[in-house]
């Protein structure tokens, strides 16, 4: 680790206790879903920066596309993701395209919102979006579908546990043929 970093650990939701103007820059990592006032931790962001500091914050979307007409509605995909979309809106999970102007709000200049895109397989034509396809669908499929969906469909949605684990293992093996051509924005 570099001689001039430090990590501490601290609820950033709460009042900072740094000086005002001491940072030179400030990252945020996968918050969205965790941060209820987003206005308030950014005028926080933006009072403990120094002039002239940066902020960045990197976002996955936790929602998907497809263009092709690779999903339907008579498949456990879209059924998964029209259920995720409808429970996790209120809960702000999908904070990134309101950012840039919450940012500016607070005052911040020079706002950029830079989006990837993200394929879910290895469907794309091109050899690099392929391989990235290839390592987000073991992560996504593997960890990040039941880990992320659980809580919310059971406690919010008030699915049964053998109720979701059934479309979470049909979701699973749609993704893993590569029939679905699903992308998502980080």
């Not at 601290?10 to 206790?17: F, N, S, V, Y």
């Not at 990197?58 to 998907?64: T, V």
């Not at 895109?117 to 290839?134: M, S, Y």
Request: proline share 6%.
């Amino acid at each position: 680790m570099p001689p001039n970093v430090k990590f501490e650990i601290d609820d950033a939701t709460l009042e900072w206790t740094f000086p005002l103007d001491y940072f030179d820059f400030i990252h945020a990592r996968t918050l969205a879903g965790a941060i209820q006032d987003w206005p308030g931790l950014l005028k926080q962001c933006f009072a403990h920066c120094k002039p002239g500091g940066q902020l960045e914050i990197s976002e996955g979307r936790p929602d998907f596309c497809c263009d092709d007409g690779s999903l339907t509605e008579d498949m456990s995909t879209f059924r998964w993701l029209t259920e995720f979309r409808r429970l996790s809106r209120p809960l702000g999970f999908d904070i990134s395209p309101l950012l840039p102007d919450m940012l500016r709000d607070v005052g911040f200049e020079d706002v950029q919102l830079m989006q990837r895109v993200v394929p879910l397989g290895t469907w794309p034509k091109d050899p690099a979006l392929k391989e990235i396809g290839r390592w987000f669908r073991v992560q996504f499929v593997e960890m990040a579908l039941e880990s992320y969906s659980l809580a919310l469909f059971t406690r919010t949605g008030g699915w049964t546990n053998e109720e979701f684990q059934v479309l979470i293992a049909k979701v699973r093996e749609e993704l893993k043929s590569n029939k679905v051509h699903l992308y998502t924005h980080t």
